[in-house]
């Protein structure tokens, strides 16, 4: 057999083998997701069941007011842990897919440089001028890469840093009010 159909045979399966890693990569990011959705669900039907219980043995206005305002935090939290899962898993798949990204990336341009390498030596005489422009224009654009790759990492770093700032905020900021809202009741439970 000569080179050439199987160069293409170990193309095709290497074009196959990516495929497929990019397919389970989205099937186990959305088996995350399925996973979490069912969790979260047990856990909000077995809540309910609870708090249902809860409510049905609230005796005055004092304890429905006590009762009702104990809703609101714990369900702002888990709302803010919910949406940070999601983000995490999100975040899990495209970082898995930006590897997969890379290494074909780098897979072909070493294919580029092979092809250059093996043109070089097979170029006529006086064509050396040529094979240079094509090397400097070969790490001109790996370079160009690399540089918009950083940038696009340290992107992500930051909207990463500040989303879980803004999730520590929110989770304080319901904590203070929940705080904010017992402290008239215990001081009218006290007098």
Known sequence: MSAI?????????ASLDKFLAVQGTFFGGFEK?????????????????????????VKDAQEAMT?????????????????????DIVSGVQADLSKLTEAQIAQGQQQVTEAIEQFSKNAPTGSESAVALLKSTLAN?????????????????VAESNINAATNATFKAATDAADAAKAPRARRTAA
């Open 33 to 57: 997701l399925v996973d979490l959705n069912i969790k979260v669900l047990k856990a909000t039907l077995d809540e309910v069941a609870q708090k249902s219980q809860q409510a049905i043995e």
């Open 67 to 87: 009762f009702t305002s104990g809703l609101v935090q714990p369900g702002a939290e888990k709302a803010l842990a919910y949406s940070k899962h999601i983000y």
């Open 141 to 157: 654009a790996a370079s160009a890469y690399e540089s918009v790759s950083k940038a696009a990492k340290q992107a992500a770093e």
């Open 5 to 13: 159909p199987q160069q293409v045979l170990a193309s095709q399966k």
